[in-house]
């Protein structure tokens, strides 16, 4: 009896493992193979600002990703609860505070005003995440095995389906995303530039310098609340009227907000960096007169740097509470980060070139059918191939049967 139990166990398992491959192979053949174009690098004659109109007063600090026990415990987080998780950020003098599971949106603090749903979404060995922002439902379509540009490219345009903002996380990370793919894929918002576990400028630089108006988050994405390196380290910091997740998420999305690496010494405990939290320097002004681009913020910094196309180095400037760079015809886009005493650092959206009417526009890659159809109807020969063969291999046991059951005679 125990043998037949063990013996129905296995197969059970057995099946249902064939059955999970069979369903990964069939979403891996069936997904769609587009047509990317060749990017082009901004241009035209005018110049988009994001932070025009904004008010130096009405900065919000935010982080969009720490874990929470989920799952049984089985993802990274094991060890956060979720009012924990805010009483820490709380008393680090947060304004946004959203927790990121893994492939599920934490209801906790659903009732409060500035709640903003928000997920991480992928389960691949390769990291190919996204940190899905006001996300409506959890979209369960991803590829864990391996990922082409095909399948990223199809996954982002299916969570722009359920998502106010859709970011690609960490990209740097066990090449996630490499940088080849950040030449052509296109139909997301942010990229998370800044992250405990990589920073990814170079993967922000390469989007930008092929056309794709990416806008920067940066947060700890922290697994361990007891970990001091995980917590409060990063953060974003918006220019919203208001902690409404509408206003927020419009700041977001439209640019009007810029990452910080918080410089922390070594051994410093929540009531230390509590207060460094507290006297942090904040942008006042980001504007474009005529062909130059000023920058100010309300303490000196240490130096100010200017990069543009292909992440090049474009001026240099120390010690003062204003930086400036003259935009050349060439320059297709600008970004700046400012470096403060102690090490803290800014990374502030990019300045760009547009021809003047739609500076977000993006060149969203179409399908082309006849390459996804031809793949299609490979997998379709090949399952109609595997079912032939399972039954001409049954239908040679069945007939085995019968012939065994045949009586024999013998002459003498």
Not at 384 to 411: A, C, D, E, Q, T
Request: charged share 20%; with cysteine.
């Amino acid at each position: 009896m125990m043998k037949k139990i063990l013996r129905f166990l296995l197969m059970f398992v057995l099946w249902l493992f064939v059955a999970l491959l069979v369903v990964f192979f069939i979403n891996y053949a069936w997904s769609p193979v587009y047509n990317f174009s060749e990017p082009v690098a901004f241009k035209g004659s005018k110049i988009h600002n994001p932070y025009n109109g904004m008010d130096s007063t009405a900065w919000k600090k935010a982080n969009f990703q720490v874990q929470s026990k989920v799952w049984w415990g089985f993802t990274d987080g094991r060890n956060n609860s979720n009012k924990a998780i805010h009483d820490v950020y709380n008393q680090l003098g947060y304004d946004i505070i959203t927790i990121s599971d893994y492939m599920r949106i934490n209801p906790f603090g659903k009732e409060t005003s500035n709640y903003i749903p928000v997920y991480e979404h992928g389960y691949g060995f390769r990291k190919t995440h996204q940190v899905c922002i006001g996300a409506k439902k959890v979209n369960w379509l991803d590829y864990p095995f391996y990922q082409n540009r095909n399948h990223k490219q199809h996954v982002i345009n299916s969570l722009k389906n359920n998502n106010d903002i859709v970011a690609l996380a960490h990209p740097q990370l066990r090449d996630g995303y490499t940088l080849d793919d950040m030449r052509y894929l296109t139909n997301y918002d942010l990229i998370e530039v800044l992250n405990q576990c990589r920073f990814s400028i170079e993967h922000w630089d390469v989007a930008l310098s092929n056309g794709h108006p990416a806008f920067i988050v940066a947060n700890d994405d922290a697994h361990d609340l007891l970990n001091p390196k995980e917590v409060g380290m990063i953060c974003t910091f918006i220019n919203s009227p208001s902690e409404w997740a509408e206003d927020i998420i419009g700041a977001l999305r439209s640019g009007k907000a810029y990452g910080v690496d918080i410089f922390m010494e070594e051994g410093s405990d929540m009531a230390k960096k509590a207060n460094d939290h507290k006297t942090l320097p904040y942008l006042t002004s980001v504007a474009i007169k005529h062909d130059t681009l000023f920058v100010s913020v309300s303490e000196p910094y240490h130096d100010v740097i200017f990069f543009g196309q292909n992440g090049a180095r474009l001026k240099m400037m120390t010690q003062g509470k204003t930086a400036y760079y003259k935009i050349m015809p060439n320059d297709t886009y600008v970004r700046t980060e400012v470096t403060f005493w102690g090490s803290t650092r800014y990374y502030l959206n990019p300045v760009f070139r547009y021809n003047g009417t739609d500076p977000f526009k993006k060149q969203v890659p179409l399908i082309d059918m006849t390459k996804t159809w031809m793949q299609r109807s490979i997998v379709i020969f090949f399952i109609i191939l595997v079912g032939f063969m399972l039954w001409w291999v049954k239908k040679g046991k069945n007939k085995g049967r019968l012939i065994s059951r045949h009586p024999y005679y013998y002459s003498l």
